[in-house]
C-alpha cells in the first residue's frame, strides 16, 4: 500500500479535480521575445493626423488597429483617425470608427492596474519645476528638450503649454519602482508607452526612457529587449503569445513590429 506519506505528496501535486497542477507563472528571467521583421514601415505624413495615440488587437489576431491624432497648442486632442493593419503585412487602411473590439481592448492595456491584480497598480506623480524646457512624454524624440516633430506629441503642443507658464509640469508613472512614462508640459496619454498583458499572462510592457522596449513581471523583475530602440505602443495580443509595438525608423517613419514571446 502507498505509504501515508507518499500519499500526501501525491494529493499536493494533484488537485482533488483530478486535474494536473498548474505550473508556476513565468518570469521575465525565463521570457524569450524575438522580434520580427516589420509588418509594414509607414510615413506619417501619408496618413492623416501626425501624431501615434493606440495600438490594438482584434480578437481573432489577424489585425491591428492604429489611431493618429492632430493636437491642439494646448496638446489635448484635436481630431482622431482610425486605421486597421492586417497582422499578416499590408498597409493601414483608413476606416470611419473605432472597431468595438480595439474600444474594449484598450481599456484593460492601458488601465492603471493589473488585469490580473488590481494592487499590482502604476503609480502616478506629479510635481513642477521652474525652468526652460521643450519636452514630451518619455521615448518621444521631443523628450527632454528635443525639437523633433514626428513622435507622440506635437512642437507646436508643447510650445503652447510651455508658452502658458514658466513652470515646467512633470508627470511620472512609476511601477514596481520601474519608471513606465514620463511626460514634461504635456497630459499623459494612457498606453502609449506601456501596455499591460491580458488576464492571465501576468507582465507589463513598457518604453523605458532610453525608449527601449522591457517587459516586467509581477515580482517587479524586468528583462530589456537590447534589439528595440524608439518604441512606442507596445500591445499584447489576446493570448499572450506576441507583442506588437512601433518602432520609429526616421523623423516621419514607423515600422509595426511583431515579436513573439516565449514564456
Not at 254 to 263: E, H, N, S
Request: with cysteine.
Amino acid at each position: 500500500m502507498m505509504s501515508t506519506l507518499l500519499l500526501s505528496c501525491v494529493l499536493a501535486l494533484c488537485p482533488a479535480d483530478g486535474q494536473a497542477a498548474q505550473a508556476p507563472p513565468a518570469t521575465a528571467a525565463s521570457i524569450v521575445v524575438t522580434p520580427s521583421a516589420a509588418v509594414v514601415e509607414f510615413d506619417m505624413r501619408r496618413l492623416k493626423g501626425p501624431l501615434v495615440r493606440q495600438l490594438a488587437w482584434s480578437p481573432d489576431q489577424t489585425e491591428l488597429y492604429l489611431q493618429t491624432y492632430e493636437a491642439n497648442r494646448d496638446a489635448s486632442v484635436r481630431n482622431t483617425f482610425h486605421y486597421v493593419i492586417p497582422v499578416a503585412g499590408g498597409a493601414p487602411r483608413q476606416v470611419d470608427t473605432p472597431p468595438s473590439w480595439a474600444v474594449a481592448y484598450f481599456q484593460w492595456k492601458s488601465g492603471q492596474a493589473s488585469p490580473d491584480d488590481p494592487s499590482w497598480k502604476i503609480d502616478v506623480t506629479s510635481e513642477r519645476k521652474i525652468q526652460s524646457a521643450t519636452a514630451t512624454p518619455m521615448g518621444g524624440d521631443l523628450a527632454r528638450g528635443g525639437v523633433d516633430t514626428g513622435g507622440g506629441i506635437s512642437a507646436e503642443a508643447v510650445a503652447g503649454v510651455a508658452a502658458q507658464s514658466g513652470n515646467v509640469n512633470i508627470y511620472s508613472m512609476v511601477l514596481s519602482g520601474e519608471v513606465v512614462g514620463y511626460w514634461e508640459n504635456h497630459p499623459i496619454v494612457p498606453g502609449l508607452t506601456f501596455g499591460w498583458a491580458p488576464k492571465g499572462v501576468g507582465f507589463i510592457a513598457f518604453a523605458d526612457k532610453s525608449g527601449q522596449l522591457a517587459v516586467m513581471d509581477r515580482g517587479g523583475k524586468v528583462r530589456r529587449i537590447d534589439s528595440t530602440k524608439a518604441v512606442t505602443l507596445p500591445a499584447w495580443s489576446v493570448d499572450g503569445t506576441r507583442l506588437a509595438y512601433l518602432e520609429k525608423t526616421a523623423r516621419t517613419t514607423y515600422a509595426l513590429i511583431v515579436a513573439t514571446i516565449a514564456r
